[in-house]
């Protein structure tokens, strides 16, 4: 069950022992410390998949069966930074990239292990280990800190390729994703009495997008295209009004490819599932499934994430924990820097003094009103900077240059306009949008926000 917020709920706590001498707040609250004390902590498993659309869970009838009807899905999930490493990097530390500093893949020198969740977890006395993608540009000879067991690749192979294995490189032929599941079972059957803290990280569904071979022909849902799919970018930025006419055609490939390498995580999660439930450890494992980032097939004539627009910047997003997290949809707006939160919550792990996190606990209760989506320019795509502000009903994006001088915007209704086709404030447009300069204030407002200053 959802608790109280922390906030609110250590405020009535306060009040109740001022005014009435007791020493317990809300019974959920209370047994959760008490569990906390008595050293019965959740394990905690992270599954973080790689470019995987909204739509994709389909064929993937394991994490279905596991996450949905055994746990909560996030129906608006979202992760804040639509490009690889700096999501993974707000993952494990829970804070914007305006706060880690991981600003594209090629900064993952950048990223400061001790502030992140593996970090708190290793010193909370967890055994940490991680298993596939850490973080971008990387060589196979870097050892990840703190975590004690690793299986990481160099870049991303699906047959075969290096990968270094808890300090030893190591050439496979097998499939990657194949490999990764021997390698998850191993960890979880050897386990000592200590809580554990695993990170399992496909390459899949991230190009090239090679399936496994007895999934290599298998059927996919068919797909014939959304409305976005079109031609008419006139009310676009300048990135997307001169990209192409888009390949249905290309994209339909594209998708049936990424869904068949789906298909064997699915496998690697069923399997992970079954271990745990045959050694007793899934009613004491806290697990997340979510995708660093999403990925367009083909809208506005665009193949790839960096861009503001939902397909980008909504992912799968499922947690379940037995007999601690509700079942069935959760409509709040989720984000990828709440899982820090969450983990920290469950487990009674200390974050770093002065180092906040920006998400929330997904085990209290709240209510985003607005969430802040950020990117920082990166090279080897042409989507500048921008940062904006989503709420249920719209979407505000300011593009900007380096001085932060903001070189366009876009509003999309999301009400009347799901497929953002409609931009209202583009050139010409004679539609001036009620609520604009609100959000406009709110960029403004947020876009350095740190800790609880965050929406």
Known sequence: MFRASSRASGALCIALIVAAGLWACTPDEGTARRER?????????????????????????????????????FTPGFVTTPLCCPSRASIFTGRYMHNHGVLTNLHSREFEHRYSMQAYLQDAGYTTAIIGKYL???????????????VVPKDWPYEGGDWNVDGQTRSITTYATSFMRKKAVDFLTDTGPEPWFLTIAPIAPHGPTIPEPRYADADVPPWEGNPSVGDDRSDKPPLIRQLPAADLERAKRRRADQLRTLMSVDDLIGRVHDVLARTDQLDDTLAFFISDNGLLWGEFGYGNKTVPYTSSVQVPFLMTWPGHVPTGPDDRMALNVDIAATIVDATGAQPAPGVPLDGRSLLDQ??????????????????????????????????????????????????????????????????????VDRLRRAVERYKDCRGEACP
Request: proline share 7%.
């Open 37 to 73: 004390e008595r050293g019965e902590r959740p394990n905690v498993l992270l599954i973080v998949t790689d470019d995987q659309r909204i739509e994709t869970l389909s064929v993937m009838p394991e994490v279905r069966r596991w996450f949905r009807r055994n746990g909560t899905e």
């Open 136 to 150: 971008n540009a990387l060589p196979v000879t870097y050892d990840p800190p703190h975590f004690d067991h690793y």
């Open 366 to 435: 709240w209510n985003r009103d607005r969430i802040l989506l950020e990117y920082h320019r990166y090279q080897v795509f042409d989507t500048p900077s921008w940062r904006s502000i989503r709420t249920r009903t719209a979407q505000y994006v300011q593009y900007v240059e380096g001085d932060g001088n903001v070189t366009f915007e876009e509003y999309y209704d999301l009400v009347e306009d799901p497929w953002q086709l409609n931009n209202l404030l583009a050139p010409g447009s004679s539609v001036h949008p009620g609520g």
